[in-house]
């Protein structure tokens, strides 16, 4: 890819299109279409003497032309005009200059992009009126690649471009290699190297917050990768995030909400090492916009006035559903029942009613797999048990996610699981809540990490798994299970990095413990003697396969910060 704003044979391609946009109005073109916004090919001629059927080839000696539509088109919000060419060499510089001559505004835009289909997207402003289209091609002395191709007109000259077709189409800003050979380029974007690095700059203040598309599309960063490498992409504007290039996605997408859109361009470091596909913003599904990395929820605008959660779905995961509640008491009335129902010791398996668990404390953060909300909701139904109104909204909400799905009487899971935060939790608890619950939903959803992560507990001898079930039947786990245990206990070896394990274990859970039974400290003075460094080994162990699976760097389960 060539630098998009380029100036070199500005002067030559200037006097090409002055001199196709003095001649006398030209025949009608057959060769290729151009479509409204709404799709529909529009009439339109050329005022170069191009050969029919092959007006939008250009040769040496045939290298502008002018496209005039018979009716001129009026640029909505939200859309671009955009121009496909096919470009046989390395190096063409094309200029396009179009808009409405008669009323003075004629724009002019230059791309130096690389061989092969490129789809360019040209700005306009909102009730514009675009009459004509010229375009100029020109390739230097000193271009690389293939000099061009056989004249599809039929004559020996051969051809330096083609234009495929010419559109209005919603709005896209930046660049995007689709394959090998086939690209998307817009004006507003550019690069420059700096150092070891090269800033990518990209314009978004054509339409995009209330464009084209519907009220169903929501405007997005899309960033994407050829590989992974342990490097960070910084993405800059107002709000600065760093993106971890070693997702095995090898992409990530930030909702311009995410941003302050006060910003006239989002700006991305991107290191020398770090081999970038695309980086563009550009209306994607709204559903789609809800795929991202967990890591984005640390950043996300709070939950708009009137809504009691947002959801998102994990990119990498996206049979896992991730719920950020409003507050506590939200939270607890969509999952605290489900809480005692799943997990907590004295009322695993039972549904409670509201005046025997209203004094007790739920979860700060919750994780449940689709198979125990199935469970939940089917002896709820069974049952006839008085659901609240926030649980019903919730079992319905989870069947239109085809997290659980009806079953005769009752549910039945989908093998995904949901997670969920609170904005109320500090920053500091957020970062280890989310991975805390996201390592949960792991075990539930990857079977070789689940039976990796109990083969732990299995192997552990009953002297070293009497912290865990003591620390686990103090927080009022159901400490029965020892699926849960086994689940419990990754948990909490991958909320911290590794290196921070045994300074976590033999502190927090052992001061909060001792403040309630002092009488323990012998006991776990002896305990952390004995088995204190094993905190540590484990946490590799966890941490480390998760690592060469997903590429999650130490203590963390998401790339976005």
């Not at 010229?134 to 051969?158: C, I, K, M, R, Y």
Request: charge should be negative; aromatic fraction near 12%; glycine fraction near 6%.
């Amino acid at each position: 890819m060539k630098h998009a704003h380029r100036l070199n044979f500005a002067l030559l391609i200037a006097a090409a299109l002055c001199c196709s946009l003095s001649s006398c109005s030209g025949s009608s073109v057959s060769g290729f279409q151009w479509k409204s916004g709404d799709g529909r090919p529009q009439a339109f001629t050329q005022q170069a003497s191009f050969p029919q059927g092959a007006e939008g080839v250009f040769t040496a000696s045939q290298s502008s032309n002018v496209y005039t539509l018979r009716k001129p088109l009026v640029a909505k919000q939200g859309e671009m005009l955009a121009a496909k060419l096919e470009l046989a060499s390395e190096g063409t510089l094309v200029t396009f200059r179009y808009g409405d001559k008669s009323a003075g505004n004629l724009k002019e835009l230059r791309f130096a992009p690389s061989r092969g289909e490129t789809v360019f997207y040209l700005s306009v402003t909102p009730g514009e009126r675009i009459a004509s289209c010229g375009v100029a091609v020109n390739v230097p002395q000193t271009s690389t690649g293939d000099a061009g191709q056989a004249n599809s007109s039929g004559s020996s000259e051969l051809q330096l471009a083609q234009i495929q077709w010419l559109a209005m189409l919603p709005s896209f800003q930046g660049y995007e290699k689709i394959r090998e050979g086939e690209y998307r380029l817009s004006d507003g974007f550019s690069y420059t190297p700096d150092s070891h690095n090269t800033i990518w700059s990209i314009s978004h203040d054509y339409g995009l917050a209330s464009g084209a598309g519907g009220q169903d599309k929501v405007p997005a960063l899309v960033v994407k990768y050829a590989k992974t490498i342990d490097a960070d992409i910084t993405v800059m504007a107002g709000t600065r995030f760093h993106a971890r290039c070693s997702s095995p996605a090898k992409s990530f997408l930030i909702p311009l909400e995410s941003f302050s859109l006060s910003q006239e361009s989002i700006r991305l470091r991107i290191p020398d090492s770090v081999s970038v596909e695309a980086a563009y913003v550009e209306r994607i599904p709204a559903e789609e916009a809800r795929s991202i990395d967990p890591g984005l929820l640390l950043s996300l605008p709070s939950i708009p006035s009137g809504d009691d959660y947002a959801y998102y779905r994990w990119d990498l995961l996206p049979e896992v559903l991730v719920f950020d509640f409003r507050d506590y008491q939200t939270q607890d009335d969509y999952l605290k029942r489900l809480a005692f129902y799943v997990e907590k010791k004295g009322f695993a398996g039972r549904l409670s009613a509201d005046d025997e668990i209203a004094s007790l404390h739920g979860w700060n953060a919750h994780d449940y797999r689709s198979e125990d909300l199935a469970a939940f909701f089917t002896e709820a139904k069974q049952s006839n048990f008085p659901l609240n109104e926030k649980e019903k909204a919730l079992q319905e909400f989870l069947v239109s996610q085809k997290v659980i799905a009806r079953s005769g009487q009752g549910f039945k899971g989908s093998g995904g699981a949901i997670i969920s935060l609170s904005q109320e939790s500090p920053p500091y608890l957020r970062h280890t809540f989310l991975t805390h619950e996201s390592s949960h939903a792991l075990f539930f959803v990857d079977g070789d990490y689940r039976s990796f992560c109990i083969s732990i507990w299995d192997a552990m001898s009953d002297k070293e798994k009497w912290f865990w079930y003591l620390y686990f039947g103090w927080m009022d786990y159901d400490t029965s299970s020892a699926y849960l245990m086994a689940n419990e206990m990754q948990a909490y070896l991958m909320q911290q990095p590794y290196a921070a394990a045994q300074k976590y274990f033999t502190t927090t859970p052992v001061n909060r413990m001792l403040e309630h039974h002092p009488e323990l400290t012998e006991k776990l003075d002896a305990y952390m003697t004995e088995f204190g460094e094993t905190f540590t080994l484990h946490a590799m162990e966890v941490q480390r396969w998760l690592e060469k699976r997903y590429g999650f760097a130490p203590g963390t389960t998401y790339f976005l910060r």
